[in-house]
């Protein structure tokens, strides 16, 4: 299973693509045979538009619901060409606290 991206390694430390680098990489997820594509929220927020994705999994909630929400109706665009499942991956934390020792 091929899977693409939007970070790549350079001199040991992980980058984010920059703009021209994130529109290839969409590209190439698109006319490809990549099955996964990894990018944030924040990324795929600066017009980018997977319609051939089948399954998106969202890692956690970004800040703010506009981003949230534009990044859902970016999945669901017109131009999908099957129906696209959203998942939400939420991390719950129990932290419990013991009793100070008496």
Not at 29 to 42: E, K, R, T, V, Y
Not at 74 to 83: A, D, G, K, L, N
Request: proline share 5%; hydrophobic share 40%.
């Amino acid at each position: 299973m091929q899977a693409l991206s939007i970070v790549e390694r350079k001199d040991g430390r992980s980058e984010t693509l920059g703009p021209k680098g994130r529109a290839h990489l969409i590209r190439d997820f698109i006319d490809g045979d990549a099955q996964i594509l990894c990018a944030s929220i924040q990324a795929m927020n600066l017009g980018h538009n997977p319609d051939v994705a089948s399954a998106v999994i969202i890692n956690g909630l970004p800040w703010d619901f506009a981003s949230f929400d534009q990044a859902i109706n970016r999945v669901h665009r017109i131009t999908s060409r099957e129906p696209v499942d959203v998942f939400i991956a939420q991390v719950v934390c129990n932290e419990r606290k013991s009793a100070p020792a008496g």
